[in-house]
């Protein structure tokens, strides 16, 4: 597939066969992935691949974490629809800033700028990973809904740095039409 048809034909699947990821193919998702550009070239990126036995612990433990919320009075959005996706998916990469402040925090000024650049870098290294999926026949999901459940998941995880995302993969089950775009002429403008 040429790039612009592989970026044309991209869906966020949210249906999809239990089947494995191959070795091989999550290792070309990740080389594509870190070969994003970022800023410096600081490669401000970290991922923590979840799969098997694994993958049904972590979605328990973002269940955990939703509900949590709900008890603290937090309205958990999308998240339990997300759980349930994730749920069906085999493989699943959490992605990680290693130079960014945790979101709850107060930050500098400087501070900001920084995590502003550096996520800037981790989306584009987002974005070639679901395209080289896409380009693979594999499905994925972006996902922040794991939000809800900070706190649980990055301790389970074993990680004390700033989470960005997380990324379901999986053959999909359903062949999504396009969503709908804004034209050009509403969010660009020549000067
Ligand atoms: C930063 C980001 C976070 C997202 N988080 C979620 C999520 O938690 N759950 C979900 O179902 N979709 C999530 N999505 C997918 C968006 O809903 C989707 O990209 C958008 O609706 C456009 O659809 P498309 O990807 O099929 O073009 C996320 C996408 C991005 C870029």
Known sequence: MNTLDTIATRRSIRKFKPDPIPDEALTAILTASIQAPSSKNRQPWRFVVVQGDKHTEMVRVMRQGIANAKARGDDPGSSEHTADVMEQVPLTVFVFNPFGMHPWLARSIEQNFYDVVNIQSIGAAIQNMVLAAQDL???????????????????????????????????????????PRKPIKQVARWV
Not at 138 to 163: H, K, P
Request: charged residues 25%; aromatic residues 14%.
């Open 137 to 179: 026949g594999i499905g994925s999901l972006w996902i922040c809904d794991v939000f809800e459940a900070y706190e649980e998941l990055r301790q389970w995880l074993g990680e004390e740095s700033q989470m960005i995302a997380a990324v379901s993969f999986g053959y999909a089950d359903e062949r999504p039409a396009a969503r």
